[in-house]
């Protein structure tokens, strides 16, 4: 008798900090080449009525980072790792190559096993195929439907890459060409519904859904494109109708979510994979750059968080702390209740406290990268640290540093705005090239001033740094195409060669 009292306090507390008594569902969705400028609440043009009421009733990641590109964003996000640490930091593992994210370390996927959820990939997997090892259903997921590769067409779901072609649609460890004509994300909506629909509610549930979209090829219903007849720019129109079908998706989602009962326990991040794709429709304005390069148009994401768990002072906010793709694995395991052993030394942080509760971010710095297989620019300007020379860029505080080649760093307006593109005019390959900037990127996001000729001291402070993390960088894994994985030898389908 003397402890309820206690009890009924403890109780009490429970409740007003919503702190769960029971692991929460995850529902982890990534957008594909999704731009910055490209949602409601970033663009009022762009009609995203379900991102959202998602997002300004959760939490809007306004200091967040991804990858410039696909493969490293999202081996990252399930290991927890810098790509310099998984031989992953050059470019993306094309269709052709026997490469993988490494099997010496855990998934996210994994860890929530182990942790007793129900684990279900649908979408895009685009971290290696080529043993059955690499594929999704031995990655930690239970099951899997969707494709293997990096981008394929809509509607057909066939790749042809360096003269290979064949289809690419899995359903488990089957490849199938029964969803020839059924749109991508339509039918993954479908199918993570199914997922929704016949999970058992005993179990806690982790459902990652990559979509396809809205990266290249531009296919979309006709339907879609109709609020968007006003942008004379034809990629623009339908990229702005893929993103519209990309948010009815998300919307029958998370119904389906509520409609068994299992949202009021659920954590949804929402995140994009790297920065809109100018050639393919997307923007990122008024960023500077976009995919592929390492201005902030390349990596500056659109991310947040939804989750009645989320304690009620940061409910409809939005957070301009820190934070990194690589944070959402630990974030993650251990909201579950899960672990971290067995892991290899995490790059990332964990962030609950950050965007539940209003608490300082434990992450002061990001390594952007290190690629030393990129062609070299330039001409080393200070000895005894890092190579400028080198592709690369690190933030540390409100710091930004970028060395070698970064890619196109032009300021690009969207097109139905009419304004002028404002281009970098800076030469950044061959010997005499530019090859380092310095911003201070709190005060000048759109990476306007440079400032690296001005703040010396800060310049090789940042450099130390970045020869540090090379010192830990791992070889880069980036094997030559293998004739085998031409899906002609393989029943007309990509998928495991060896």
């Not at 609440?41 to 306004?62: S, W």
């Amino acid at each position: 008798m003397a402890h309820r009292p206690f009890i009924t306090y403890f109780i009490v507390y429970l409740t007003i900090h919503k702190i769960s008594t029971k692991q929460p569902h995850i529902l982890l969705i990534v957008a594909d080449d999704y731009g910055f400028h490209d949602i409601g609440y970033h663009n009022r043009d762009f009609q995203t009525p379900n991102l959202d009421k998602l997002a300004l009733g959760g939490v809007r990641l306004e200091n967040y980072y991804v990858q410039p590109i696909c493969t490293p964003t999202r081996s990252q996000l399930l290991s927890g790792r810098y790509q310099i640490h998984t031989g992953l930091q050059h470019n993306i593992i094309w269709p052709d190559q026997p490469s993988g994210l490494p099997l010496d370390s855990p998934t996210l996927a994994d860890k929530l096993k182990e942790a007793g959820y129900s684990t279900h990939a649908v979408g895009k997997w685009h971290l290696g195929f080529y043993k059955d090892d690499y594929i999704p259903t031995n990655r930690g997921f239970d099951s899997f439907f969707g494709f293997l590769t990096g981008g394929e067409t809509y509607y057909t779901h066939y790749l042809c890459y360096d003269n290979k072609c064949g289809t690419d649609m899995r359903d488990m460890t089957h490849p199938t060409d029964a969803y020839n004509g059924t749109y991508s994300t339509t039918l993954f909506a479908e199918k993570a519904i199914d997922v929704i629909n016949n999970h058992d509610e005993d179990k806690p549930l982790f459902l990652y859904v990559p979509f396809q979209a809205v990266h290249a090829p531009m296919e979309v219903p006709e339907k879609y494109m109709e609020p968007y007849r006003h942008i004379n720019d034809k990629f623009r129109r339908i990229y702005a109708g893929m993103v519209a079908c990309m948010d009815e998706a998300v919307g029958n989602i998370t119904e389906a979510m509520t409609k068994r009962g299992f949202w009021d326990d659920t954590v949804l991040v929402f995140t994009t994979d790297n920065g809109g794709e100018i050639a393919a429709g997307g923007n990122n304005y008024p960023l500077r750059g976009w995919k592929h390069s390492l201005w902030d148009g390349g990596m500056h994401a659109v991310g947040f968080v939804h989750s009645k768990l989320i304690g009620s002072q940061m409910t409809g906010s939005a957070t301009m702390e820190l934070m990194h793709v690589t944070d959402w694995f630990p974030t993650l395991v251990k909201l579950a209740k899960g672990n971290l052993n067995g892991t290899k030394p995490l790059d990332g942080f964990d962030q609950w406290a950050t965007i539940s509760n209003a608490g300082d971010s434990p992450r002061q710095e990001i390594l952007h990268n290190i690629d030393q297989l990129f062609k070299p620019s330039g001409r080393p300007l200070y000895n005894g640290t890092f190579d400028t020379t080198i592709r690369a860029a690190l933030r540390v505080g409100d710091w930004k540093i970028i060395t070698g080649d970064p890619g196109n760093g032009s300021w690009i307006p969207p097109p139905e705005y009419g304004l002028p593109v404002r281009d970098a005019h800076e030469q950044t390959t061959g010997l005499n090239a530019k090859n380092l900037w310095l911003f201070n990127i709190m005060k000048d996001p759109t990476e306007q001033h440079d400032m690296s000729e001005t703040e010396p001291g800060i310049v090789t402070k940042m450099l130390d740094k970045l020869r540090d993390y090379q010192k830990s960088a791992v070889p880069c894994v980036y094997p030559k195409p293998d004739p085998r994985s031409d899906p002609a030898k393989l029943g007309g389908f990509w998928g495991p060669w060896e």
